[in-house]
């Protein structure tokens, strides 16, 4: 029995994760499992032999603290301060002795009754293989861009899926998360933003190109690879435009002892922070200012006390605490000719926000089977069940927490009778539905199930000729469920009840055949090929139906049966397929020069016949300086690697048929009180469309110093995309059919890429810092005639906020510029910015206004007046690692930063202005009252003469944050106390998540990520902001 | 064994390669049909038709935002709680207004839904009475989009048939009169082509009367007198006799009456029209929006029947339905004190019946055109507005003047969106001074507003248009 890669699924091994050098840190070596019988029936001692000896380090210091156990058994000592031991050892046994940051070795006893081991430090980083797609290389022969993940440093986070766990891991891999609803996965962004449309990376799990990364337990993640550059990527080339993340799951060993884990950890979690609003009492006085400041009568409902009288704290309502549980359990396991990994696990999230939450119940077998020496089998298969209901907080017209920050204060949650407080009561309380209420009453949710696996087999025809093929299925069934109750008495009302159910399923279909040859020849030259032809298919269909009218509203009657009165119903199908034939080719001289060449050669359903076909090649190469002999003087540098390459990557992820003008039934209209139905023409025709394409360049160098305790790589790269599908900014003339995409816009993303990594081991302390770091700089180059694209509009007022113009980045903020408020009429009379404004002439700006400024210096502040105010893409994005061991203790820090970005705070432009008929932010109390007494707040008014809360820099803020994200420290009781009980391993750990976060960010959660697409970034909606989660949980393994 | 292994692996990887490639990557889009596949028959061409319609119910457009075109008129407080609308209620507003862009896209897609029915259906080989009347319905629903333009902005980029196949949309705006021409032709052939009317299940679709309705306003604001006097006379000789109840053109089960020349149709949980939540109180389920001053309510005659079918005011007693049944209206409902009563109407069980439709244009708005085109032209009117007034036992008028004509529109047609344009109209033509009109103080609610001629006889062109032109789209003078 041998344990070769056993770390994988141990727990007690502790790996620290750099980027693209994972290092196995800690003892690479496990307890190794026992054989079924050992756990039931421990080895009799009588036929023992005596053994004992002496563990020392390189140096032949003594090592205190190491473990010595005899392999495929439960018996084991643990070395003294001396570094000695002493055992007593059945007959022809085999002894593992382990220690944290040092390669274990297995050593036959045979008749030596002294055994002495020098352990050596474990620098297993250069000789890890890397997944990179259609086959695995040696970490040092990579001539491309990859980062790695171990499973092992995302276990037992208290996330919901792994995208979370990626979070501020690798450089250039940047998560940016969506706000913190339960299953909110983000979006991952890979060297930047690559492009206007579709900018998720490709996900390829267990050689399937597949879903999503939510769609993995975590836990049962082995190594996650990211290819960052073209050459890495290339292989991929149809779709690997923006990146490609390779996620491997755990498998069992040949010839491996049964091996079962149980693994649970449960938690709570609360919000972080609420928005300060006003209290009733001075909302009313302010809202009366409003009137008096404009000359107006008093709208008398806020000179009624019944609503003066503070009642809630709205935010503290809706925000209660969350939970988080997970169990799952593996089975590992493996005879000479067959292995296989077995696993289940459950994890549950319940959100802070009332009636959110997410469930996840997942199921895996892989499996590998040698028929003969040549012949090879394998399978994985995933089964996993979904359930999500997520509350809306990305309207500023419904979300609940937006709803929340401005609910009349002075209304209590229930009214005496138990029903619902409401705005109904005036039009001054706004169009703002009761949000407990919503909570309380919404009764939606979105089931899928998905089954993911693939069957792969594997001939050797001669030496290191090998041909495969591989067939993947992934499938979902999704139903998505939402009933909407009878609501009379809140100002958005519902006369009639109704309930909307939608099923879909679609199925992928994979098949790839493909041959490689690996062959050394002539000592000096390794030569790697891989070629072959691949297509997926993918069908998907569906059909809805909503039914009004229930009488009764019971849980129990809530099904589409119970409803009187069919509302619609419908249903579709699409079908895309994509067909491929790819190489690649890889030689090494010597271990010292690399080269690698790619070609993939892709079709697309997505496009007309004659433009189907993109054609991606790539090349790389390497020099392994350090091997050069010139370079074998200089001893303190250990691995020195210089890298470049070039590449074409393309990109089709964008609705398909859009080449052709296509007439949608189903638009409704009514004629004599008859439902009538017509068709028009939804799309635009786009007949050239096809491949949008990157080019990306990447210089990379690898070092290792002080035999590889310090280890740094460096990446450059430049990415540009070309023919980029966007569709263009349009005039409203064209009506409201929506346009194609269009292969117009150009783009590019430039950075450098840092990672770090010192690790060190004093006896049996040992610690690792490791950082990384990304600046990358994201420019549209071209753009249509010059013109932008716009974005979502915020809120009632359809404010402007981002725009993507050529020479800014995409996304940028957009707007007017400010220097404070007007203190005198006097200022505003003698003010250059409005002196040929109508607005001064006609007495529209008082003191107490905003002062923009007059960009274009016509004198007229006008919508001419605006320009690029602001960029939401981080400069930096940062990730800081600590790890330490001290004996039976682990302990963990991990931070995520981003600097260098400004968020645009629409919640509080909107919270702080007074013509909203709504609650406004406590900061409001300090408005301008009178000269010199705010030069932030503007005065009180009913009006919007002066548009003082327009899109401007008076509400753009600093966005950079430092986030201690997780926290972990973890005990594993003694292996001695362990064993009586047939446990080989048992750790008990405490997780913290988002502890700690710095930042001047004045709203929730600096962390905001994306809406409208890419077309949107880091504007405060009042988001579902992110929790704090304290966890507690234990592994144990038999 | 092994060979056999090899044999039959080779022959699967030849089986499935074997499928052929370009098979693979053929799509088909179900369900739906390309533009080349559809226009093959009657059906189509019919189901285009219906699609043309359907953009008008868009909250953005006669849903809702249409109406707020109006809330600058003496009729009626904005209220509601949209931010935006102060400063069009106001005359503050600047070209980034929200509310000036709201249905710009929906009326070209009326447009644009009417240009492919021009474009397509000529060439269908079908019942000739059916492609005359889609085709008709299609110049009708192109002339009104553009008549909403014209009124609203002046004139806009005018896009037909030749622009939709040569794809050029972005255009420069065609003069006004352009427009005007543009409208006249459409209705004139909209009222060539459609029936004089239409049977049960096509009632709410465009006849001639709608077409030769909407000529006889277009030529009054164009002064041809003559002209309007006589498409007015088509309809008034037509078979569109006013409703012997004003109140009929205002319930759901009468609203179809042949008096309504044109309305925008409704029909609950298919396709709803909003409106009728921003007009209803509160507490009474809706938004609050549009609340008539006292100002108008002092307009209507001593026991005109109009005003209880036109607005919500304090003592009435309503029948909300269901739990709530009869319920007093009373004047904390509103901030004016009132509500406009022409768009609702409850349903039995309780709640609004959003099957309630949104009048366009109607006969009693026809009579008072000619009525109107008389007296300016130096005839008698009295025939025509007394026709109105009879109608809701007023007293007949002699020798009416355009005050009395003033009048009467205004409390037969309040709500109706009209208002704001007529006063227009007739400021235009040195009838009424609109400045001093809307200097008057009509309350807290309704303070005096500055109405600068000739400015803000139209709207702005919304400036978001104007950024997406790349500036070939030119703003109005005073912007």
């Known amino acids: 029995m041998y344990l070769k890669a056993f770390w994988r699924r141990i727990p007690r091994s502790y790996f620290i994760v750099f980027g693209s050098l994972p290092i196995l840190l800690l003892g690479s070596q496990g307890i190794q499992a026992n054989s079924r019988n050992d756990i039931f029936y421990p080895s009799p001692s009588g036929l023992a032999v005596a053994v004992s000896g002496t563990i020392t380090d390189e140096n032949g210091e003594p090592l205190p603290g190491a473990t010595i156990t005899v392999l495929g058994s439960l018996q084991g000592t643990v070395s003294d301060l001396d570094g000695k031991f002493a055992l007593s050892v059945p007959d022809g046994a085999s002894l593992v002795i382990s220690y944290i940051g040092y390669k274990s070795q297995t050593i036959s006893v045979g008749t030596q009754a002294v055994i002495n081991v020098q352990l050596q430090q474990d620098e297993s980083s250069l000789n890890e293989v890397l997944v990179v797609g259609y086959g695995t290389q040696e970490k040092k022969d990579v001539t491309g861009a990859v980062s790695s993940i171990k499973g092992a440093s995302i276990q037992n986070l208290p996330v919901s899926g792994a995208s979370q766990a990626l979070q501020g891991r690798a450089a250039g891999v940047n998560v940016v998360r969506n706000g913190g609803a339960p299953g909110n996965q983000g979006s991952i962004r890979i060297r930047g933003t690559g492009t206007l449309n579709n900018a998720d990376p490709l996900i390829v799990i267990d050689g399937v190109p597949a879903g999503s990364l939510n769609d993995i337990n975590p836990n049962d993640i082995a190594s996650i690879e990211v290819l960052k550059d073209a050459s890495a990527s290339a292989i991929y080339g149809t779709r690997a435009a923006n990146g490609v993340v390779i996620v491997t799951t755990k498998r069992g060993d040949f010839d491996q002892p049964l091996q079962f884990s149980v693994n649970g950890y449960t938690g709570v979690s609360n919000s972080i922070k609420t928005i300060d609003v006003l209290d009733a009492p001075t909302l009313a006085q302010l809202k009366r200012e409003r009137f008096t400041n404009d000359g107006l009568a008093v709208n008398p409902i806020w000179a009624n006390p019944a609503y003066q009288t503070q009642r809630t704290d709205w935010q503290n309502e809706l925000l209660g605490q969350g939970t988080t549980q997970n169990v799952d359990i593996s089975l590992t396991g493996g005879n000479k000719s067959s292995s296989f990994m077995l696993s289940g696990g459950y994890f549950e999230e319940k959100g802070m926000i009332r009636n959110s939450g997410f469930k996840r119940l997942s199921f895996r077998i892989n499996s590998d089977h040698k028929i003969n020496d040549r012949f090879k089998i394998g399978q994985n298969l995933q089964l996993i069940s979904i359930n999500e209901t997520a509350p809306n907080t990305l309207s500023a017209q419904t979300g609940v927490l937006w709803s929340a920050i401005r609910f009349h204060p002075g209304l209590p949650v229930q009214n005496p009778n138990g029903s619902y407080s409401s705005s109904q009561i005036s039009g001054e309380f706004g169009d703002i539905n009761n949000p407990i209420f919503t909570q309380a009453t919404q009764d939606n949710k979105n089931t899928t199930h998905k089954v993911l696996g693939n069957f792969n087999a594997e001939y050797e025809i001669i030496e290191g000729l090998k041909v495969r093929a591989n067939f993947g299925l992934e499938g979902y069934v999704s139903d998505g469920y939402n009933f909407n109750i009878k609501v009379n008495d809140q100002i958005r009302a519902s006369p009639r009840n109704s309930l909307s159910r939608n099923y879909g399923e679609g199925y992928s279909v994979l098949s790839e055949y493909f041959i490689s040859y690996d062959k050394t020849f002539l000592d000096r030259h390794t030569l790697n090929f891989v070629g072959g032809y691949t297509t997926q298919t993918f069908k998907f269909e569906g059909f809805n139906a909503t039914k009004l009218d229930f009488i009764d509203e019971s849980f129990d009657q809530r099904f589409l049966d119970v409803g009187q009165t069919l509302n619609s119903i419908g249903g579709g199908k699409g079908y895309d397929a994509l067909a491929s034939y790819f190489g690649r080719v890889a030689y090494n001289y010597d271990e010292r020069y690399l080269l690698t060449a790619t070609i993939r050669s892709d079709g697309s359903s997505k496009f007309a016949s004659g433009n189907q076909w993109g054609y991606f090649p790539a090349f790389s190469v390497g020099w392994r300086i350090s091997e050069e002999d010139f370079f074998s003087n200089v001893g303190f540098i250990s691995n020195l690697k210089l890298t470049g390459g070039w590449g074409s990557l393309g990109n089709q992820n964008v609705p398909g048929l859009q080449y052709l003008a296509l007439i949608s039934s189903g638009r409704r209209y009514s004629f004599g009180g008859n439902q009538t139905v017509g068709a028009a023409q939804t799309r635009v025709p786009n007949l050239g469309i096809t491949w949008e394409s990157a080019q990306m360049t990447n210089i990379g160098l690898d070092v290792g110093l002080f035999d590889n305790q310090l280890l740094a790589n460096f990446n450059y790269f430049i990415k540009d995309t070309r023919d980029m599908l966007i569709a263009p900014p349009t005039i409203g003339s064209v009506g409201t059919a929506q346009i194609p995409n269009q292969n117009l816009g150009e783009l590019r993303n430039q950075g450098l890429e840092i990672e770090l990594l010192y690790r060190k081991t004093v006896g049996q302390f040992f610690y690792s810092v490791s950082g990384n770091a990304s600046f990358i700089k994201n420019e549209v180059t071209k753009l249509v005639d010059g013109n932008f694209i716009g974005s979502q509009l915020y809120g009632r007022s359809s404010q402007e906020i981002s725009r993507t113009y050529e020479g800014y980045p995409i996304a940028s903020f957009y707007g007017w510029r400010t220097d404070g408020l007007y203190q005198t009429n006097e200022e505003i009379q003698n003010d250059i910015n409005v002196a040929a404004d109508p607005r001064r002439t006609n007495g529209l700006i008082k003191p107490g206004d905003v002062k923009f400024l007059d960009l274009n210096r016509d004198q007229v502040v006008d919508e001419k007046d605006r320009e690029v105010i602001g960029n939401p893409h981080p400069s930096v994005v940062y990730g800081l690692n600590a790890e330490f061991g001290y004996k039976n203790f682990d302990f963990s820090l991990f931070f995520l930063g981003n600097a260098g970005f400004d968020i645009y705070n629409a919640d509080r432009m909107q919270g702080i202005d007074p013509t909203y008929p709504f609650n406004m932010y406590a900061e409001t109390a300090d408005r301008w009252t009178g000269p010199n007494t705010s030069n932030e707040i503007p005065r009180m008014t009913t009006k919007r003469d002066n548009l003082n809360h327009r899109t401007s820099d008076l509400f753009l803020e600093r966005g950079d944050f430092l986030r201690l994200k997780n926290l972990v420290v973890g005990y594993t009781l003694p292996l001695p106390l362990t064993q009586r009980f047939g446990v080989s391993k048992a750790r008990f750990y405490v997780t913290g998540q988002n502890l700690l976060l710095l930042t001047n960010y004045s709203g929730m959660d600096p962390e905001l990520g994306y809406i409208n697409n890419n077309l949107q970034l880091n504007v405060d909606y009042a988001q579902y902001p992110q929790a704090r989660t304290w966890t507690i949980g234990t592994t144990i393994t038999f | ?479």
């Not at chain 2, 889009?29 to 319609?53: C, I, L």
């Not at chain 2, 904005?78 to 929200?98: K, L």
């Not at chain 2, 644009?112 to 269908?124: D, T």
């Open chain 2, 1 to 479: 064994m092994k060979n056999t292994i090899i044999y039959l692996f080779s022959l699967l990887i030849l089986v499935s390669m074997g499928s052929c490639t370009d098979e693979i990557l053929e799509t088909t889009p179900y369900g739906q049909s390309t533009s080349s596949q559809f226009w093959r028959n009657a059906e189509d061409a019919v189901a285009a038709a219906n699609a043309m319609y359907e953009p008008l119910t868009n909250e953005d457009f006669y849903g809702h935002a249409e109406h707020t075109f109006d809330i600058p008129s003496d009729d009626q407080f904005r209220a509601g709680d949209h931010g935006e609308d102060q400063a069009i209620e106001s005359f503050t507003f600047d070209a980034g207004n929200p509310q000036l862009f709201y249905s710009w896209r929906h009326k070209y897609e009326v447009i644009s839904r009417a240009n492919a029915v021009l474009i397509n259906v000529p060439g269908i080989a079908m019942d000739q009475a059916i492609k005359d009347r889609t085709l008709g319905e299609a110049h009708f629903l192109r002339g009104f989009a553009y008549w909403r333009f014209a009124v609203i902005y002046g004139g806009v980029p005018l896009i037909l048939e030749a622009d939709v196949l040569t794809n050029n949309y972005n255009k420069p705006r065609a003069s006004t009169d352009e427009i005007f021409a543009q409208i006249e032709s459409d209705l004139l052939q909209a009222a060539q082509l459609l029936p004089v009317s239409h049977g049960g299940a096509d009632l709410g679709r465009s006849h001639r009367g709608s077409a030769n309705g909407l000529l006889a306003k277009m030529y009054l604001y164009k002064e041809n007198f003559a002209k309007v006097i006589e498409f007015g006379n088509k309809v008034l000789s037509g078979p569109y006799p006013l409703a012997a109840n004003y109140s009929a053109n205002f319930r759901v089960e009468t609203q179809n009456n042949p008096e309504v020349l044109f309305a925008i149709q409704s029909l609950e949980g298919w396709q709803d029209n909003t409106h009728i939540i921003y007009t209803t109180p509160r507490p009474w389920g809706g938004w609050d929006f549009h609340e008539p001053v006292d100002d108008l309510i002092e307009e209507f005659e001593e026991g005109d029947p109009r005003l209880d079918f036109t607005v919500y005011k304090p003592g009435d007693i309503v029948d909300l339905g269901g739990s709530r049944g009869p319920t007093e209206y009373t004047s904390d409902l509103s901030s004016t004190g009132y509500h406009f009563r022409k768009y609702s109407s409850w349903r039995a069980q309780g709640g609004l019946n959003m099957s309630h439709n949104n009048p366009i244009i109607r006969t009693a708005d026809v009579y008072l055109l000619v009525a109107e085109a008389k007296i300016r032209a130096g005839q008698n009117g009295d025939m025509e507005i007394n026709a109105v007034r009879a109608r809701s036992g007023r007293m007949a008028l002699t020798n009416a003047t355009m005050q009395d004509l003033i009048h009467e529109r205004r409390v037969e047609l309040a709500g109706e969106n009209q208002r704001h344009q007529d006063l227009m109209r007739w400021d235009k033509a040195g009838i009424v001074d609109i400045v001093e009109l809307y200097k008057k103080d009509l309350g807290p609610l309704k303070p005096p507003r500055t109405f600068q001629r000739p400015k803000h006889y139209l709207f702005a062109i919304p400036q978001r248009e104007i950024d997406l032109s790349n500036g070939v789209l030119t703003q109005n003078a005073g912007y």
